[in-house]
């Protein structure tokens, strides 16, 4: 098999087989000529298939070890996708650490209509074990989870899956398929929201599912032409140009975060820093041994709000504002932003303190993103 940057430069990005263009053109084309009364042909409508969104899918399913790719029009709707596969008085388990717009679709639109959760503490398989009910469809969790940073096992919950035939679905959109691979650890489907790390420039919406069932594609196939929930031809030109430098802009990412948490660390004036890759993380056994590095996301507690909004103030390099995964780096205030929706006694029972801020580390020169948190830490 090829490495994985050979792989996100050639696969389903081959010459064009008309022009020998090596960059794959945008088909922009909706509707495509049939030449007569009742001809089979592969290229009918624009929204059941498109040659450029076919050569994104097709790389983003080798990108994640996978058989069959799906594009859609953004991280939720791929979600939506996924959660399609659960019907009514059937039961989700979830994990009570995820990103609040999702906590929001389950909570606030699926629930409503009769399909049951539980959200539970994923860092321990057992409790996933425990919560698996006759009625059980679907474990759905991310790694490392948003924003504490936890980490869940997924071969364990892989086996727990197969072992009481309930299928598994893995968010990992804050490792990437540069850093984890869900589906070879016996996910049965991993999504993405594209905007982030695999868009990398924050300049396209997007998400992804990736799976290795037939079964499961073949729903997905219809729910996608169905629902229509798909990106333009363009959005996935811009994909398909950003993962051919996606293992190149991971390294920066990790290296420059790792040496952010260490220096936010060893500081005082805050009172904890959550990232995998520090020896003080509870589960940096488990990320060395699941992930290939530990990621570009740092989460600070700073201790209150009015510290969080000092911080954040004084920084030049890192923008607040939503999303992550950009070259640029980006400060986020989750309490009030990401996971505004989550009922406040969860987040706090979670860590979502107002004194909580989430830094999404950019690729900037390490020794600018340094000043800009001593900038950061003397406010404090």
Excluded at 5 to 14: D, K, L, N, R
Excluded at 194 to 204: A, F, I, P, R
Excluded at 343 to 348: D, F, G, I, L, T
Excluded at 354 to 371: A, C, F, K, Q, W
Aim: with cysteine.
């Amino acid at each position: 098999m090829p490495g994985f940057s050979t792989t996100a430069i050639h696969t389903g990005q081959e010459p064009e087989k008309v022009t020998g263009a090596v960059t794959v053109p945008i088909f922009q084309s909706t509707t495509y000529a049939q030449h007569e009364l009742g001809e089979h042909v592969k290229y009918d409508y624009g929204r059941t298939i498109n040659p450029t969104r076919e050569a994104w899918e097709t790389s983003i399913s080798a990108l994640e070890h996978g058989k069959y790719g799906f594009a859609f029009s953004s991280g939720m709707s791929a979600i939506a996708a996924a959660l399609s596969l659960v019907k009514p008085r059937e039961h989700v388990i979830a994990g009570n650490d995820m990103y609040g717009g999702t906590y929001r679709y389950f909570s606030k639109l699926l629930e409503p209509v009769g399909i049951e959760f539980s959200y539970v503490d994923m860092t321990r398989p057992e409790n996933v074990s425990k919560a698996i009910r006759p009625n059980t469809r679907l474990i759905y969790c991310e790694t490392p989870t948003n924003p504490m940073m936890s980490l869940i096992d997924l071969a364990a919950v892989g086996q727990l899956g197969r072992d009481r035939e309930v299928m598994t679905v893995v968010d990992n959109t804050f490792a990437t398929p540069y850093l984890q691979n869900p589906l070879d650890r016996g996910i049965d489907m991993v999504l993405h929201s594209v905007t982030k790390y695999l868009g990398g420039h924050s300049d396209v919406l997007g998400g992804a599912i990736v799976t290795s069932h037939p079964d499961i594609a073949e729903h997905l196939k219809f729910y996608q032409n169905s629902y229509g929930a798909v990106p333009s031809p363009f959005d996935c030109w811009l994909l398909l140009r950003s993962v051919k430098t996606l293992a190149l802009r991971m390294r920066a990412h990790c290296e420059n975060a790792q040496i952010l948490a260490d220096k936010l660390a060893a500081d005082g004036r805050v009172k904890r820093v959550y990232y995998p890759g520090l020896a003080t993380h509870p589960q940096h056994e488990l990320a060395v041994q699941q992930m290939k590095d530990f990621g570009g996301m740092v989460s600070v507690e700073t201790g209150s709000l009015e510290n969080a909004r000092k911080f954040t103030d004084a920084l030049r390099y890192f923008t607040l504002g939503e999303s992550l995964g950009g070259v640029e780096s980006l400060v986020c205030h989750p309490r009030t932003m990401t996971h505004a929706s989550v009922p406040e006694a969860r987040r706090n029972e979670l860590g979502i303190t107002p004194g909580l801020i989430r830094l999404s580390v950019g690729v900037e020169d390490i020794g600018d993103l340094t000043e800009d948190i001593d900038r950061g830490l003397s406010a404090l």
